[in-house]
């Protein structure tokens, strides 16, 4: 099976958008450009946020508030683009409406609550995927091929960084403990997602961090080792752009990820015995991957991809976990 197609060949699917804000704008403009889908209504708390996004993105349907969206007939599939906070209410508010999901990263606080959103999917035999849109991305597929087929030998290292400058704002959600802030589950889930994919779930974590005025972690250093010897040495902050590139070292090379190493990008192969190339695909967009995903495998009966499996998605939540109980991060109500 290839690991990225064209998704304009993946099924039309209707979807519904749960939250109007930056990302689900950047979710709509890539499903109306670079897909056979169409957004056919979205909901929001906000009459006038919903009309005007709405009508930037040719959505026919506004509804005001969560559940008359979920309820809607016309929507198939629902993308969850709220808070981390939300995330489990709004998506077991959609499974219960029949509908199949797609949640934004961090798929919720913590794992319990990911538990909760895979029990009530497999009751209710609907997909759900955690909306990781780089496992999907045609220079991850070929980085797998790369280290499928041995030409870095056994992996060593893996690095990987996110860092983005946030001026400082009690009122944002990035530093709004209620609201599961911080650069941990908004950025960092990136490059631990990425270790996860490349070399499965660590044996032990160790991880650093500095918190900001409000609570919740300003930066964070981790450090995860796998059984075998290898290591991955991940970063994220909220003070500072960093250069958000991924390395893959083992013993026959090494490959480097271009920044932003989590969107559509390119790598560099050096091996040992001097053979060097690159992959370059350029891409428009980039959600548009994760968007054909649901819609093949809706359309295949599934209830989770094989690309991102909820054991995937759980195991990364639990990292993640352990980390926040490190650095001495707690989100109200956990």
């Known amino acids: ?68 969206l979920v309820d809607d007939p016309q929507v198939d599939a629902v993308y969850v683009a709220t808070p981390h906070s939300e995330h489990l209410e709004n998506a077991l508010l959609a499974i219960a409406a029949g509908k199949h999901v797609l949640v934004e990263k961090s798929f919720t606080r913590n794992a319990g609550e990911a538990e909760q ?97 409000t609570g919740v972690d300003g930066q964070v250093s981790m450090a995860l080792t796998y059984p075998g010897g290898a290591q991955a040495t991940l970063t994220t902050t909220l003070w500072a752009k960093t250069p958000t590139t991924a390395s893959i070292s083992g013993t026959e090379g090494y490959v480097e990820v271009a920044g932003s190493f989590y969107t559509p990008t390119s790598f560099r192969v050096q091996r040992n015995d001097g053979r060097v190339w690159t992959f370059d695909l350029p891409a428009t967009q980039g959600l548009q991957y994760e968007a054909a995903e649901v819609a093949r495998r809706v359309a295949a009966g599934d209830t989770e991809s094989p690309l991102l499996t909820w054991d995937d998605t759980l195991a990364v939540m639990r990292t993640l976990d352990t980390i926040r109980s490190q650095i001495g991060v707690t989100y109200p109500g956990e």
Do not use: C, K
Request: no cysteine; aromatic share 8%; net charge negative.
């Open 117 to 213: 959103v895979f029990a009530a999917a497999r009751a209710a035999g609907v997909f759900v995927m955690e909306a990781m849109w780089t496992r999907f991305l045609p220079h991850v597929a070929a980085l797998h091929q790369v280290v499928d087929a041995g030409e870095l030998g056994d992996i060593i290292n893996l690095t990987a960084d996110h860092g983005q400058h946030f001026a400082f704002n009690p009122t944002s959600r990035l530093f709004d403990p209620a609201l599961a802030g911080g650069a941990l589950l908004d950025l960092g889930v990136y490059p631990v997602s990425f270790a996860h994919d490349f070399l499965g779930v660590p044996e032990s974590v160790h991880a650093t961090g500095a918190l900001t005025e």
């Open 1 to 68: 099976m290839a690991r990225t197609e064209d998704p304009r060949t993946a099924p039309p699917i209707r979807w519904g958008i749960l939250g109007a804000g930056g990302i689900a704008g950047t979710f709509a403009e890539a499903v109306n450009g670079h897909t056979r889908a169409q957004l056919v209504a979205v909901g929001s708390r906000n009459r006038d946020r919903a009309e005007r996004f709405a009508t930037r993105h040719g959505i026919p349907t506004t509804h005001v508030g969560y559940r008359d």
